[in-house]
């Protein structure tokens, strides 16, 4: 698997790489513009691409934005609805664009961001500003990408032609599909607009035009290509599998969040990532219409974003035929279950060694794909990607031979070790200066690998979670005192016990403290590594710490709530962590994926 250039930044990349993008200079990158830096000196998670280009050139001009409003008069806002639902081309000749008011629809966005330091968790780093593109889809909503609006502190939108800038609100955040909804609450910037409808998917070689808020300039941009691929392709933001088109029209920072529009005038997607190597150009990718409907229906349905359902499956293709025969698989059909997530639903009805062959009734190729559209195949993570949080799926197995029909309900996959903060800023807790926090990818990236060591950052990438709400919790440093005198240079050490009790996660550790009643507080951490403090005296130091490093509190907002603690059965592996990467990012392995 190649990389992709997302339209953001990636000095400081959050996401691990596929074992194809480390060997070669690939890389997918969101495309959003960026303000000036930081000054040097100053270490910071950086997201946001620069003013730099980060895609290759492509046919005619870079750039994509948000689409313009239809040809016809404005309807009052109360009007309005969600265009998820596919329309006729809104004009008749898509040709003339300048005539029509597709371009009006599509708007600017100024975006503020703070992101957290996940070195010094209890702050933030310097603010820092982006550029992107949205477009409006209705009942007074635009619609961007996720990456265009992380961190936000301020959202700004400005429509083209006009020199005021509108205060707009983040609704939603999709993470796994890079998309995000924005309202805008001021009745003078919907004035005179359209909203744009989504079309159809595209098929090969149709005709692709790209619009939106590019580098090079400050009005709008618009390039033309063709489409050249439909396939599930790696989202760069969200580190997922989701069904993407690729496209040769130019996409450059600025571009992320415009609309993709076809010959006949119809929205086919929107722009959020390029392909980014020495050995390619002309590679972009859009997000069609079926991932935007399924996240603005998902919004819909449940006032808030639920993400992409998933099996929770690692599935070995099964093209060999002494391999179908050993596991009694007459035909060429079905993937060879290998490893199921304790956390998954799945895995109350899966076990290592099934053969799924079916999904909802659609066969499943011995390649792991299934039948798309009516010449084509496409990947068996489609049509998970189809199915919503808390659908049922029914799924044909072959058992020691035997043929079965299971059902299990499909939720969102969720990571060991998380690629993305939950609520925007990590979770910590400090003990007589040890300064404790949950493993996450940002802080990997943050700190680089090469302080971690092996064995941790072999967890990040080998290990499942075991029981729900499972963290990995570490010590990333430790504030020099008095009170934990020979304990001073540890760090990034991931921490077992608490008195013998095994640390569950950030906010259970935080309990066992509180309720401590014994002497000593005894830590054990990876490696046999032992720290004893006086309880009492731990205690006494904590103010002294917080003054002397200026922290305004000795924990995270979150850990001062009462623990509740699960009642599920906590299912531990015989192994710290297993043999196969807990992604498609780092599967070296080609006849390996999760599903």
């Given amino acids: 698997m190649a990389g992709v250039a997302a339209l953001f930044a990636s000095p400081a990349f959050p996401f691990p790489s596929t074992s194809s993008v480390s060997s070669c200079s690939c890389r997918l990158r969101p495309a959003v513009a960026r303000a000036p830096r930081h000054p040097p000196g100053r270490r910071v998670t950086r997201r946001f691409d620069e003013a730099e280009g980060v895609s290759k050139k492509r046919r005619g001009i870079g750039g994509c934005g948000g689409g313009g409003g239809g040809s016809q008069a404005s309807s009052p806002r109360k009007d309005r609805g969600f265009a998820v639902d596919f329309k006729e081309s809104q004009v008749a000749d898509f040709e003339d664009l300048e005539e029509d008011k597709f371009l009006n629809a599509v708007v600017k966005v100024y975006c503020t961001h703070i992101a957290p330091d996940y070195g010094l968790p209890w702050q933030k780093q310097r603010q820092h500003a982006s550029t992107g593109s949205a477009f409006m889809i209705g009942d007074g909503r635009l619609l961007t990408n996720a990456h265009c609006v992380e961190h936000d502190t301020q959202v700004k939108v400005k429509r083209r032609g ?41 098929c090969l070689q149709d005709s692709v035009t790209v619009v939106g808020y590019p580098l090079g300039g400050d009005t709008i941009s618009v390039t033309k290509g063709v489409v050249s691929r439909i396939e599930v392709t790696p989202y760069a933001h969200g580190t997922s599998d989701l069904l993407g088109i690729q496209i040769d029209a130019a996409i450059n920072p600025g571009n992320s969040g415009g609309p993709a529009f076809n010959d006949q005038g119809e929205c086919i997607g929107v722009a959020f990532q390029v392909f980014r190597s020495d050995e390619a150009e002309n590679i972009g990718y859009v997000i069609p219409t079926t991932v935007v409907s399924h996240f603005l229906n998902d919004y819909q349905k449940n006032g808030k974003y639920t993400g992409f359902p998933c099996l929770g499956v690692l599935l070995q293709k099964l093209e060999n035929p002494a391999l179908r025969e050993s596991l009694k698989v007459s035909s060429s059909e079905g993937v060879l279950v290998r490893r199921v997530e304790p956390t998954a639903p799945a895995s109350r009805v899966l076990k290592k060694g099934d053969v799924i062959t079916s999904f909802d009734g659609v066969t499943v190729g011995c390649e792991g794909t299934v039948p798309f559209r009516s010449t084509e195949r496409i990947a068996f993570r489609y049509l998970t990607s189809q199915k919503y949080a808390g659908d049922v799926a029914q799924l044909g197995i072959i058992r020691a031979g035997n043929m079965m029909k299971v059902q299990t309900v499909l939720e969102p996959r969720k990571h060991l070790v998380p690629f993305h903060v939950e609520g925007g800023q990590p979770s910590y807790l400090i003990v007589a200066g040890l300064v404790f926090t949950p493993l996450t990818e940002p802080f990997i990236e943050e700190e680089c690998e090469e302080t971690l060591g092996l064995k941790l950052l072999a967890k990040a990438r080998y290990s499942l979670s075991t029981f729900e709400g499972e963290q990995i919790v570490i010590v990333s440093q430790v504030l020099a005192h008095e009170v934990n005198i020979g304990y001073e240079h540890m760090g990034n050490q991931q921490v077992i016990k608490l008195n013998g009790t095994v640390v569950k996660n950030i906010h259970h550790l935080a309990h066992l403290v509180d309720n401590c009643k014994d002497k000593f507080l005894t830590f054990e ?10 309880r009492e005296e731990a205690s006494t130091a904590s103010s002294d710490i917080l003054k002397e490093h200026a922290i305004p509190s000795i ?11 699960p009642e599920q059965e906590i299912r531990k592996t015989s192994d710290d962590f297993g043999e196969s990467p807990v992604t498609n990012y780092e599967m070296g392995v080609d006849c390996l994926l999760w599903a």
């Fill in 525 to 534: 951490f990876e490696d046999d590594f032992l720290v004893v403090l006086d």
């Fill in 162 to 202: 006009d020199d005021k800038k509108y205060i707009a609100k983040v609704l939603a955040r999709g993470i796994e599909c890079d998309l995000a909804l924005l309202s805008v609450e001021n009745e003078e910037f919907w004035r005179g607009t359209e909203p744009l409808q989504l079309g159809r998917l595209p």
């Fill in 555 to 565: 924990r995270s907002s979150g850990l001062s709530e009462p623990y509740v603690d």
